[in-house]
């Protein structure tokens, strides 16, 4: 089970469009991004750049053959060098359209650094429960890269693909940029798991069963006990493991879980609003209403109002 919690985490993510770019830098350069609400990706093809948040962390540097990817689009400087002045992100693609590609020049020839960067839009209603404690930066270095033949090939015919203009390409983008994504995920649940709790927290062999009963099986009547002789594990551990890895207690990951599931549903008008409570776990309507309107402040009927969709996003393959 501990093979699939990765998929079944990320089941509920819906990405909808991708903008991606080459970048060809030379000399002293920089840019300094912004906060936005994507998932960014940066593969460095050729030469290398220093990324840098606004805080007092380290710079962290970027090689060739590198992949860094920010799962909340934090804000991020990326540059030549420490301390080179920077442009703003904002001031290069000023007239950049919604979705699709460009090539991008910054600083002077001789251009000898490529980077390919992607920002990968979700619906925000699909967004993993588990997401928001993954880490700002995951970073798989080339070395890990090599053992993964399906990720190496994708990034490596990324850069002629994105310059085509035939039927489907639009499409065929943003699922190779979503394979790219996915499979990041994994090598850092994988291999990276000991930099953050959320990545130890899918790749530790209790706590795992639990997220995939969570996930997979969200309409059952779980409960803290149940989750834990699922991880196997006494009640007292697994409820203390699964706070500090997860960042929250079962039973409210839990919660989440089902009114995630209960947003989606809402939003898509074909399933009776009277049957979403039992089909996402609620033993009565009274039980689901409250709990929503407490997360929310509105109805579920209000909700489905406010959030009825002319047609359902492009939903992932994970």
Same mark, same amino acid.
């Not at 994988?190 to 309409?219: C, F, N, T, V």
């Given at each position: 089970?501990?093979?699939?919690?990765?998929?079944?985490?990320?089941?509920?993510?819906?990405?909808?469009?991708?903008?991606?770019?080459?970048?060809?830098?030379?000399?002293?350069?920089?840019?300094?991004?912004?906060?936005?609400?994507?998932?960014?990706?940066?593969?460095?093809?050729?030469?290398?750049?220093?990324?840098?948040?606004?805080?007092?962390?380290?710079?962290?540097?970027?090689?060739?053959?590198?992949?860094?990817?920010?799962?909340?689009?934090?804000?991020?400087?990326?540059?030549?060098?420490?301390?080179?002045?920077?442009?703003?992100?904002?001031?290069?693609?000023?007239?950049?359209?919604?979705?699709?590609?460009?090539?991008?020049?910054?600083?002077?020839?001789?251009?000898?650094?490529?980077?390919?960067?992607?920002?990968?839009?979700?619906?925000?209603?699909?967004?993993?429960?588990?997401?928001?404690?993954?880490?700002?930066?995951?970073?798989?270095?080339?070395?890990?890269?090599?053992?993964?033949?399906?990720?190496?090939?994708?990034?490596?015919?990324?850069?002629?693909?994105?310059?085509?203009?035939?039927?489907?390409?639009?499409?065929?983008?943003?699922?190779?940029?979503?394979?790219?994504?996915?499979?990041?995920?994994?090598?850092?649940?994988?291999?990276?798991?000991?930099?953050?709790?959320?990545?130890?927290?899918?790749?530790?062999? +209790?706590?795992?069963?639990?997220?995939?009963?969570?996930? +997979?099986?969200? +309409?059952?009547?779980?409960?803290?006990?149940?989750?834990?002789?699922?991880?196997?594990?006494?009640?007292?551990?697994?409820?203390?493991?699964?706070?500090?890895?997860?960042?929250?207690?079962?039973?409210?990951?839990?919660?989440?879980?089902?009114?995630?599931?209960?947003?989606?549903?809402?939003?898509?008008?074909?399933?009776?609003?009277?049957?979403?409570?039992?089909?996402?776990?609620?033993?009565?309507?009274?039980?689901?209403?409250?709990?929503?309107?407490?997360?929310?402040?509105?109805?579920?009927?209000?909700?489905?109002?406010?959030?009825?969709?002319? &047609?359902?996003?492009?939903?992932?393959? &994970?």
């Amino acid at each position: 089970m501990r093979d699939d919690v990765l998929s079944e985490v990320l089941r509920p993510l819906w990405l909808t469009d991708v903008f991606h770019s080459t970048w060809r830098a030379g000399g002293q350069w920089g840019v300094e991004g912004h906060d936005d609400s994507c998932a960014i990706v940066h593969y460095m093809a050729d030469g290398g750049c220093v990324v840098a948040f606004d805080d007092d962390s380290e710079p962290v540097s970027l090689n060739e053959g590198d992949l860094a990817v920010f799962p909340h689009g934090t804000a991020h400087t990326f540059a030549a060098e420490p301390g080179v002045p920077a442009t703003p992100l904002s001031a290069l693609l000023a007239h950049r359209a919604p979705s699709g590609s460009r090539v991008i020049t910054v600083g002077t020839p001789p251009y000898r650094t490529r980077m390919l960067c992607a920002s990968l839009r979700y619906c925000a209603v699909g967004e993993p429960v588990l997401y928001s404690a993954l880490p700002r930066l995951i970073l798989i270095r080339d070395r890990f890269l090599k053992g993964e033949s399906l990720l190496v090939r994708t990034l490596e015919s990324l850069p002629a693909e994105v310059e085509r203009t035939a039927p489907g390409s639009r499409l065929v983008t943003l699922r190779a940029f979503e394979t790219v994504f996915i499979l990041s995920l994994r090598i850092a649940m994988e291999q990276l798991a000991d930099e953050s709790p959320a990545l130890q927290a899918l790749h530790h062999p +209790g706590i795992s069963k639990a997220l995939m009963a969570i996930h +997979g099986s969200y +309409g059952n009547p779980w409960t803290v006990e149940s989750l834990a002789r699922e991880a196997g594990m006494s009640r007292s551990v697994f409820a203390q493991l699964f706070r500090e890895l997860v960042g929250q207690p079962p039973m409210r990951h839990l919660t989440l879980r089902r009114l995630q599931e209960a947003r989606r549903q809402l939003a898509d008008t074909s399933v009776p609003l009277h049957e979403i409570a039992r089909l996402i776990g609620y033993g009565s309507q009274v039980g689901f209403h409250l709990a929503f309107r407490k997360e929310y402040a509105m109805t579920p009927g209000e909700y489905r109002s406010r959030h009825r969709t002319a &047609a359902a996003p492009i939903r992932t393959t &994970a």
